[in-house]
């Protein structure tokens, strides 16, 4: 099925605010949304903008970040399908929080501020949904401020290098082998630095021995001694 066929009853059921709804319940959500197709590098909303809704992403990925005013960028997260986005603003009624880009060709469907609130006072377990949902962003926003508090650029590199090897790694003789973003700018707002400290860390782990580079392209050669140095370090 391509694309634009899928159903989008077939992706809001994998989003946890909505579940739990009736055949007739999930009929009415899938008619007031509205699919919205954005390319790659285009901006969704900005930070400060008037929330004009929520967005499900139905494929591809987009980034949420904070900005400063130098320009540099934190990233908070990448959301996929069956991601919901923007749950707080739509909720208590204030402007976007963060931006969000495309950062692959994709769809969101988009749902009104109006149609949200309509569906909440109808379906009051919503509400409760949302509440938990925002309650664990909450704790993943508190996890990347201790982190940025209290570790060094190293501790957070390392750290991501496990996380993308634990998530999308394939195993080899040589050790794990992931695929690094695009650019290392974009490498640096993920862990909160700035692209020459990237660089210098990991020409450092390349020479102890932890890994090795070819581009875009990291084996993890000693995954435990990386598990290690977060020990350490923790």
């Given at each position: 099925?391509s694309e634009n066929k899928v159903d989008p009853g077939q992706?809001?059921?994998?989003?946890?605010?909505?579940?739990?709804?009736?055949?007739?319940?999930?009929?009415?959500?899938?008619?007031?949304?509205?699919?919205?197709?954005?390319?790659?590098?285009?901006?969704?909303?900005?930070?400060?903008?008037?929330?004009?809704?929520?967005?499900?992403?139905?494929?591809?990925?987009?980034?949420?970040?904070?900005?400063?005013?130098?320009?540099?960028?934190?990233?908070?997260?990448?959301?996929?399908?069956?991601?919901?986005?923007?749950?707080?603003?739509?909720?208590?009624?204030?402007?976007?929080?963060?931006?969000?880009?495309?950062?692959?060709?994709?769809?969101?469907?988009?749902?009104?501020?109006?149609?949200?609130?309509?569906?909440?006072?109808?379906?009051?377990?919503?509400?409760?949904?949302?509440?938990?949902?925002?309650?664990?962003?909450?704790?993943?926003?508190?996890?990347?401020?201790?982190e940025l508090s209290f570790t060094t650029v190293r501790h957070?590199?390392?750290?991501?290098?496990?996380?993308?090897?634990?998530?999308?790694?394939?195993?080899?003789?040589?050790?794990?082998?992931?695929?690094?973003?695009?650019?290392?700018?974009?490498?640096?707002?993920?862990?909160?630095?700035?692209?020459?400290?990237?660089?210098?860390?990991?020409?450092?782990?390349?020479?102890?021995?932890?890994?090795?580079?070819?581009?875009?392209?990291?084996?993890?050669?000693?995954?435990?001694?990386?598990?290690?140095?977060?020990?350490?370090?923790?």
């Amino acid at each position: 099925m391509s694309e634009n066929k899928v159903d989008p009853g077939q992706v809001l059921r994998k989003v946890p605010i909505f579940s739990g709804l009736s055949d007739v319940e999930w009929n009415e959500l899938s008619q007031r949304v509205v699919p919205r197709k954005y390319p790659n590098g285009e901006m969704i909303f900005s930070e400060g903008d008037a929330c004009a809704g929520l967005f499900v992403v139905q494929s591809g990925h987009i980034r949420i970040f904070k900005s400063s005013a130098s320009g540099r960028e934190q990233v908070l997260s990448i959301d996929g399908p069956g991601s919901s986005v923007a749950e707080l603003p739509v909720f208590d009624g204030g402007s976007y929080p963060a931006s969000a880009v495309a950062v692959t060709d994709c769809t969101l469907l988009f749902l009104s501020k109006q149609d949200f609130h309509a569906l909440c006072m109808k379906y009051p377990e919503m509400a409760l949904k949302v509440l938990r949902v925002v309650g664990g962003r909450l704790r993943r926003l508190v996890g990347i401020i201790e982190e940025l508090s209290f570790t060094t650029v190293r501790h957070r590199l390392v750290a991501l290098l496990l996380r993308l090897a634990k998530t999308e790694g394939n195993k080899t003789e040589q050790g794990i082998t992931i695929t690094l973003p695009a650019h290392n700018q974009e490498l640096a707002a993920q862990i909160g630095t700035v692209r020459e400290l990237v660089s210098r860390n990991m020409s450092r782990l390349q020479q102890e021995g932890m890994i090795e580079q070819d581009g875009r392209t990291v084996i993890l050669k000693d995954p435990m001694g990386l598990q290690r140095t977060l020990e350490e370090a923790g």
